[in-house]
């Protein structure tokens, strides 16, 4: 079975990527954030390994972090239960 693959339009919330996270199986997969602005208000857990975050490029694919109605303290994204953790930019 193929890894999965879930795009994420423009847009989505912080719950919206916390139910695609949820979706995956031990296999993993990946999270493809399309062109635009994802304005979060909480912490984004990330519960297991072999999930790649991919994006459209720098500064097309942005996370923004509000203050107004933050409720993950002062970390955006929590991992557990990883192996290795690697952020890519695109060459």
Known sequence: MAAKFIPI??????DDIITAL???TSEGGTI???????????AIPIPQS???FVGDGMRASVFEFVSSGW???TTAFIIT???QLRVLAPH
Do not use: Q
């Not at 339009?9 to 912080?14: D, E």
């Not at 954030?33 to 909480?42: D, I, Q, R």
């Open 9 to 14: 339009s423009a847009g989505a919330t912080a």
């Open 22 to 24: 949820g979706t995956f």
């Open 32 to 42: 493809h954030f399309e062109a635009g602005t994802y304005t979060l208000n909480k």
């Open 50 to 52: 072999n999930i790649r």
């Open 71 to 73: 409720t993950g303290g």
């Open 81 to 83: 239960n990883f192996r």
